[in-house]
């Protein structure tokens, strides 16, 4: 989730019923940078022409944190009506839009977020107007491994009763161009007796937010030229002139190009994820141990 907020990544958590991917979730706004006076200026507007400021309020300071019910319709999460009005992705503008129980969205739902996801805005067009609405968001997805959520649990206690078919189809929910936006895929794994009962000394959300708001200032004075603030925001175009590979971390690439059938996507989201590592290690290229790492947290394991 570090990751994830210093570079602006996408997370996709996987994971049994209780290993705390929702507590995750909700965490990752504490981890965030602050909005700047700009920032807040545009969420405030966005929820004014939404009718959801109070006549009394002042400008919107905290990161937006949505997370709508599965059984949202494609209209109240991309935006909609007679005359449009913005959706959930857009009232998530500079904050995060969390999506529970990410297969049990409809299909045509899931299918509308692709444009956001890679444009950062949706157009909306409809009989009375044409509207652009700002969408430029961290999407944070989780959902069980299979419908009843134990599939591949090695706790001896909990048996997976899905069927092959019904696993199937629970799994092909989410379509291939979906997933390929979303930077981290990981596996969530539930705590033990041990690890629940005996805390280890951990660090607070100032503490990680410290490092964020670093890592992002490193972001902020590689990419001034192109006027982007975070690695996700960076194109094709930005990865070769900006993110350095050494040597070894160029040949791993190309082995793993080949043996996991990346898309040219992948490709470049993964380079991203690792730029991001390396800036958190505040590294002036990416090396193996940065890439290897970015490569890891694209393939849901643990």
Known sequence: MEIAAAGGHNVLMVGAPGAGKTMLARR???ILP???EAEQLEVSKIYSVAGLMAKQQGLITDRPFCSPHHTISQNALIGGGRVPKPGQVTLSHNGVLFLDEFPEFSRSALEVLRQ???DGFVNISRVQASLSFPANFILVAAQNPCPCGYFQEEDGVHECRCSQGELERYQKKISGPLLDRIDLQIHVPRLNYQELKYKRASETSATIR???IAARQIQVERLKREQLYC???MGHREIVK???LTMQAEKLLEKFFASLGLSARSHDRIIK???TIADLAKSDCIDTAHLAEAIQLRTREG
């Open 210 to 212: 410290d490092r964020v």
């Open 116 to 118: 956001p996801l890679e």
């Open 273 to 275: 994820v690792a730029q």
């Open 242 to 244: 900006y993110c350095r």
């Open 34 to 36: 602050k909005m700047s």
């Open 231 to 233: 690695n996700s925001a």
């Open 28 to 30: 990752l706004p504490t």
